[in-house]
């Protein structure tokens, strides 16, 4: 079955810390991986994707890592700020199938 | 500009009622999906469309109907057998073939059943 996994639930940080988000997946054979965030009662925003060929994405202080062979993906957030807090999702797109799978989210509260 | 429009934002139904939701995209995208989104449970996929006058079941597909008849139109029918209906509902896009991979969503239509 095709899966997405994500750890912790929550996550609750002082300002200005490093953390890392993590995204496991059950098949290794996947088009595509993104992260995105959600604010409250709000839409998606897309942060990052990695392809199926790539190891990592960077977009400022975000940096996202895929292992296929583990089925792992990390999202690291940089010197936290407050205005990252938010829930953070991650997706796969799966090779086999286009299906497009979501994990449950991370919950960040990055406190001042 | 290019986008996903989900329509209507809010609306409202009476048990026993069946409601279809929206969602026309602009992006000249194959791929579309249907998602559904509660409270601590992510999103969850409802049905996807890879083509035109092709759909597959996603994993709560159940009391749902969709259709695609045109390549920019997916729209959703929450049927009176949804045992559960009020939800937050999200549209999504992408393209295949050249496939550069953003996920384009709409802004979300919320269903309430009184």
């Known amino acids: 079955k095709q899966e997405v996994t994500q750890i912790p639930a929550a996550l609750s940080v002082p300002e200005g810390e490093n953390l890392v988000l993590n995204c496991s997946f059950t098949?290794?054979?996947?088009?595509?991986l993104q992260w995105f965030r959600q604010d409250p009662g709000k839409g998606l925003t897309s942060l990052l994707l990695?392809?199926?060929?790539?190891r990592e994405q960077t977009s400022g202080r975000l940096n996202a890592s895929l292992d296929k062979s583990s089925g792992r993906s990390t999202l690291y957030i940089a010197a936290s700020q407050p205005g990252d807090s938010a829930t953070y999702l991650c997706?796969?797109?799966?090779?086999?199938?286009?299906?497009?799978?979501f994990g449950k989210g991370t919950l960040l509260t990055v406190n001042p | 500009d290019g986008g996903i429009t989900q329509s209507p934002k809010y609306l409202f139904r009476k048990e026993g009622q069946n409601v279809t939701l929206s969602c026309e995209q602009n992006?000249?995208?194959?791929?579309m999906y249907w998602y559904r989104q509660d409270p601590g449970q992510g999103l969850r996929l409802i049905y996807y469309?890879?083509?035109?006058?092709?759909?597959q079941k996603g994993d709560i597909a159940e009391g749902y109907s969709v259709s695609r008849e045109k390549k920019e139109s997916f729209p959703l029918t929450v049927t009176s057998a949804q045992k559960n209906p009020t939800a937050f509902y999200l549209c999504?896009?992408?393209?295949?073939?050249?496939?550069?991979?953003?996920?384009?969503f709409g802004e979300g239509s919320r269903l309430t059943v009184l």
């Open positions: 997706a796969v797109l799966w090779g086999s199938n286009y299906k497009l799978t």
């Open positions: 098949d290794s054979a996947i088009y595509n």
């Open positions: 990695i392809q199926s060929s790539q």
């Open positions: 992006l000249n995208h194959d791929a």
């Open positions: 469309s890879q083509i035109v006058n092709d759909f």
């Open positions: 999504a896009s992408h393209s295949l073939g050249g496939y550069t991979g953003e996920l384009f």
